[in-house]
């Protein structure tokens, strides 16, 4: 048995259920063996970045790791950027990265590259299986490292001379070493706060990672009735459960001036599984930090701590476990009518989105009112690009689909973002996965043009043709219709609402031009 068939049966071993991939010659005998072993699900990809997006989509739904693989150094690059983001998400991964032939590397082949310092920036943990034997256990450490709390992300590289030779009999795949559990927070911590909310005011709870889940909302909302605390999301937050009979959370703002002005009133900010909230970039004449500057930071649960269990206890230390919790009512806007605007399309999403959807939210600048619209709809699964690196949108609903087949999936996007990552449409038909894409279709990287202004830069003809989709125009069902998912352009309320409840009443993928 050659290497690659024993990394195989190792990842399956180890619970990995599905591999997005993007192979090369390098791992030709990784994709042989996949003829010889069961239990490993396969998803092409036709870009690195749509294969690691799909990962990361695959593990915010499902929880745990899907694997991926990519081809060389230069396959490695071009799934960065989603790689990034799915490290900002703590998403678990096990990057399988085909390299030469051990022999090979020395004589420098137009792919050959530093895999380990490509990788190693944005990965967790790194290592290469330089022989056969080397091949089993070190897969069985990618799998646990990549499920280290509060999720990771492993790169495993695998020559190619390491996958062909004979690794020796395989009579069951070494044991997944024991996975580190979040840890629990200290007594002191959960004193200290529990002692700052009874005793100081206008005290604010910043939520991050499992805590968005339903559960731990039902204790913070505990606590917010309970005590009187403010409640609040990360801006970036992996995953969020939302909608009507949920007990509802902002979310930090984007905007510094308006983040400042939802924080303004706080002197105490406890932070469970996030960092202090800072803003995307630095502006003239403006905080980093987006809390006042007399507000005091406490932490509940770093990152990596076990946050849902710590407001189980914070909550029971206060005597708040009995506490009538305030759920968000259904409450749905009034359909809007006429042209499209950020506003029209916000009101059709949540008048058309059913219970159980997955959305993925890259709308960017166009959607920065969805959740105020959104948040009667019936309950649903919200997933938030993380990283700030555009065209992660709709890789993560591809991902999604695959993890949670049986629900709808509605991917929100950008024209600009979209183009990064459109190939995710060919992977949708041929997976006939149930996504529906709406694309904002404003014909601009229109974030931008407002960051021009947050920045002072005084702009000029040359400044607006970077940040312009125009001349020619992107036609977007037509793109989509060439990959295999059919389409419709809408330039009003009504034809968003029609096209949109046939998306996600319909099998299969289905694209939305909205042109607004």
Partial sequence: MNGAEQLIRTLVAGG???????????????????DRVEGLECVLGLFEGVVTGAADGYARMKDEPAATLLHTGPGLANGLSNIHNARKARTPMVNV???????????????????????????????TARVPKEVATTTAQAIAESQSAPGCIASLILPADAAWQD???????????????PKKVSKKALE????????????????????LREPSLEW???????????????????????????????????????????????KHA??????????????????????????????LATVPEDGPQALVDLAKMLGAENAEIQCQPSDLPEMPAG????????AVVANVLPEGAIVSDESISMGRNLLDFTKGCPPHDWL????????????LATGAAVACRDRPVLSLSGDGSAMYTLQSLWTQAREQLNVTTVIYANRSYAILHGELRNVGAQPGKNTRRLFDLENPHLNWVEMARGMGVDGVRVETAEELHRAMSHGLSTPGPYLIEATC
């Avoid at 990265?97 to 790194?126: C, F, K, Q």
């Avoid at 042209?339 to 916000?346: A, E, F, N, R, V």
């Fill in 384 to 395: 938030f690009i993380t990283g700030g690196s555009i065209g992660q949108g709709m890789p």
């Fill in 192 to 211: 200290h706060c529990a002692r700052i909310i009874r005793e100081e005011e206008d005290v604010l709870i910043l939520l991050g990672g499992k805590t």
């Fill in 97 to 127: 990265i085909g390299e030469h032939a051990t022999y090979h590397i020395e004589h420098d082949a137009p792919l050959n590259a530093d895999i380990e310092g490509i990788a190693r920036p944005m990965s967790d943990w790194v290592k």
């Fill in 167 to 181: 690794a020796g009999e395989f009579k069951q795949a070494p044991p997944v070493p024991t996975i580190s559990a």
């Fill in 270 to 299: 406890i932070l469970v599984n996030t960092k202090p909230p800072v803003a995307f970039f630095a502006y003239p004449n403006k905080p980093s930090l987006l809390l006042s500057e007399d507000c005091q930071i406490h932490t």
């Fill in 16 to 34: 990995i259920k599905v591999c997005f991939a993007n192979p090369g010659t390098s791992e030709m005998h990784f994709c042989a063996a996949l």
């Fill in 339 to 346: 042209k499209l605007d950020s506003d029209t399309i916000s």
């Fill in 220 to 266: 913070v909302g505990k606590l917010a009735s309970h005590c009187g605390v403010g409640l609040m999301t990360e801006f970036a937050a992996a995953r969020t459960q939302r909608g009507a009979g949920r007990v509802h959370v902002p979310r930090m703002p984007y905007v510094v001036d308006v983040a400042l002005a939802a924080t303004k009133r706080f």
